[in-house]
């Protein structure tokens, strides 16, 4: 859902550039400096962008949107979880996967080392 913003948004990230850093900012609400520059130069904005912007600066930036109630803010968290939990599953099965490899990997040193033991008692080392 959009909000009108005006240069609310524009002003509160331009005011905060004093103590964040815009790379910084960026890399909280996961966008490129393109990307948040072409999001703040629009009169309205999607609540998820206006949120995080004022989660990684420090500023509660929904308290003058117009026609916000917090139901908009409760929906957005729940659609938030959903998107975490189907990433957290691809990153468990991504890990199971890694820990396999290692596993294998590590099973693998073994019993060259185990081969390398055999051939030095073989000649005597």
Request: proline share 1%.
């Amino acid at each position: 859902m959009k909000f009108y913003v005006g240069n609310t948004v524009k002003n509160a990230v331009l005011d905060a550039k004093k103590y964040v850093k815009m790379n910084a900012l960026c890399k909280q609400i996961d966008l490129s400096r393109t990307q948040l520059y072409t999001i703040l130069n629009q009169p309205e904005m999607e609540l998820k962008y206006i949120v995080g912007i004022g989660k990684a600066i420090g500023v509660d930036l929904t308290s003058n949107l117009k026609g916000f109630k917090k139901e908009d803010l409760e929906n957005l968290v729940l659609e938030s979880e959903d998107n975490f939990q189907a990433v957290e599953s691809d990153m468990k099965d991504e890990l199971l996967d890694i820990q396999r490899k290692y596993i294998a990997s590590l099973e693998e040193n073994n019993r060259l080392w185990q081969r390398i033991r055999e051939l030095e008692k073989g000649k005597g080392v």
